[in-house]
């Protein structure tokens, strides 16, 4: 079982970023998809959740209207588009995958700095 994320970087505030969330080893349609980011000595908190079929979209209060939280099951996999980033959006991103089991990716650093 493998998640994997990429498209993390280094962006000036205001850029904007699209992560990605590979998924391959279970059956990725089956599973609800979230993004969570951790910053330095911070908790873990969830930034967008999306069904399984892609419905349904919940989105942290201090992300609305700049991130999107996307799926293609098709093609297992999970993205993250995020826009006027800001320096507070620095942080490790998390794909987390959660259904009958729980799965978790490496994370990928984004970094909003000038």
């Known amino acids: 079982v493998h998640l994997v994320e990429s498209g993390g970087g280094l962006v000036q505030p205001g850029g904007s970023l699209r992560l990605s969330c590979a998924a391959s080893g279970f059956t990725f349609r089956w599973y609800g998809m979230s993004w969570y980011r951790q910053a330095p000595g911070k908790e873990r908190e969830l930034v967008a959740a999306?069904?399984?079929?892609?419905?349904?979209?919940n989105y942290a209060d201090s992300v609305k209207g700049r991130f999107t939280i996307s799926r293609d099951n098709a093609k297992n996999k999970g993205y993250l588009q995020m826009n006027s980033l800001k320096p507070e959006d620095t942080a490790v991103y998390y794909c987390n995958a959660r259904g009958s089991n729980d799965y978790w990716g490496q994370g990928t650093q984004v970094t909003v700095s000038s």
């Open positions: 999306i069904s399984s079929a892609g419905g349904s979209t």
